[in-house]
């Protein structure tokens, strides 16, 4: 009986400490920027910062199974990393004037009431975002720093060697020390922030449609890119293209339901079941785009895109969605982002406003200057536009050419069952 009892007891120990360490990855996750934010601070320093935050979660991984979860777990996270830190200054044989008055501030503040300030989880998005860091190292930091993802996890979304992470972030770390953790100037403030929603845009296009891989489709990049977007919305509600981005994001997030079929392969806008959108979510990104047309500066590319995406929103059909529309919001970027891939969406929506040989004249255009030469982007595109003019012969030969040329398993798949279809 006894031993019976036992088990059972050790059955409920096991099960309270599985719950304390998901208790303890949930917090995390949502608390990690703010601790770190709040640490990088108080300490002028964001590697440490972040290495100190490590070492409170594992003195929560440790404690929590036994003696419950705090009652307000991110205080006790902060409250034990300035310790760790307070400890650190003691044991150092010189301490100037600096680290003595930064320990008493440190120890001061451990208060179990603690409430984060926004402020900080910006100065550390835009100081993971630094200027001098590469966009693949300010991916890395940014995911690890302001979402709180392991090193393994970040392997896995990025699809790239546990090692490879654990240099970009070890490089970036390096580069960044010395650089003082402040908002920056109002000088630095445009190039800083257009690298933040740059890395939060190229985050969720990867995850909105895979570059590489079996998988057409790559949702926990995106809801990790949408996730910084609504953060950067909360703390700068006044900037029009944060606002701009994360309507677009939402937007295009409110299709994902049915942009998969049932074997996982890609299914495409015009063969997508509406009734599957999220008119929740198409609600939400559309209220940031209003909100960012209220601010009154006009629509910068994000916006621009967002508006876009509104359209497709919007429409019942393909065939009822205002293509003309959506034409005249692509020059409108094109004017401002004047890059190949918005005029090859442009052909793409002016093929189906004014017919498929006026699509084609514009992606040849393309294909006489050179543009995008090596993506499967082109000649998938003029394929479609040439298969539509009954053109098969050579529409074979463009779908084959771009299966040729992408390196995701489930575009190429679908590029070379059209061509067979052919």
């Known amino acids: 009986?006894?031993?019976?009892?036992?088990?059972?007891?050790?059955?409920?120990?096991a099960a309270a400490g599985v719950g304390a360490v998901r208790a303890v990855e949930a917090v995390w996750r949502i608390e990690s920027a703010r601790i770190v934010a709040t640490l990088a601070r108080m300490t002028g320093d964001l590697g440490l910062a972040e290495d100190l935050a490590q070492e409170a979660l594992v003195e929560a991984l440790e404690q929590w199974p036994s003696v419950g979860t705090p009652r307000n777990p991110g205080a006790w996270l902060t409250a034990v990393a300035k310790r760790r830190a307070i400890d650190g200054w003691r044991r150092r044989e010189r301490l100037d004037d600096r680290y003595r008055a930064m320990a008493a501030d440190l120890a001061d503040a451990a208060d179990p009431e603690w409430e984060p300030v926004?402020?900080?989880v910006l100065r550390l998005v835009?100081?993971?975002?630094?200027?001098?860091l590469s966009r693949e190292s300010q991916v890395a930091l940014t995911l690890r720093v302001v979402n709180g993802l392991t090193t393994e996890q970040l392997a896995r979304l990025l699809l790239v060697p546990v090692p490879t992470v654990q240099a970009r972030i070890t490089r970036a770390k390096k580069a960044l020390a010395g650089v003082p953790f402040a908002t920056p100037d109002p000088a630095e403030w445009s190039d800083r922030l257009a690298g933040v929603l740059g890395v939060v845009h190229l985050l969720f296009t990867e995850g909105y449609a895979a570059t590489s891989g079996a998988e057409w489709m790559r949702p926990e990049i995106a809801e990790e890119a949408l996730r910084l977007g609504r953060v950067l919305g909360r703390l700068l509600p006044r900037e029009p293209e944060v606002l701009g981005l994360l309507a677009l994001m939402e937007l295009q997030a409110s299709r994902f339901a049915a942009r998969r079929g049932p074997d996982g392969g890609p299914v495409l806008l015009e063969d997508q079941d509406r009734s599957r959108w999220d008119r929740a979510q198409i609600g939400r990104g559309r209220a940031a785009l209003e909100r960012a047309d209220a601010i009154g500066r006009g629509r910068g590319p994000f916006a621009l895109q967002a508006a876009i995406a509104e359209r497709h929103a919007v429409a019942p059909s393909v065939a009822a969605t205002d293509w003309p529309g959506i034409v005249r919001l692509y020059d409108a970027l094109a004017a401002l982002s004047p890059n190949p891939v918005v005029r090859l969406n442009r052909a793409v929506a002016l093929a189906m406003a004014d017919g498929p040989a006026a699509g084609l004249a514009a992606v040849d255009a393309l294909v006489a200057e050179g543009a995008l030469r090596g993506s499967h982007l082109v000649p998938s595109v003029r394929g479609e536009l040439l298969a539509r003019l009954g053109r098969r012969e050579e529409?074979?030969?463009?779908?084959?050419a771009a299966a040729a040329l992408t390196a995701n398993e489930r575009i190429r798949a679908v590029l070379l069952a059209k061509a067979a279809a052919l």
């Open 1 to 13: 009986m006894a031993r019976g009892g036992g088990s059972a007891r050790r059955a409920v120990n």
């Open 118 to 120: 926004a402020d900080d």
């Open 126 to 132: 835009l100081t993971a975002c630094h200027p001098a």
């Open 395 to 400: 529409a074979t030969a463009a779908l084959a």
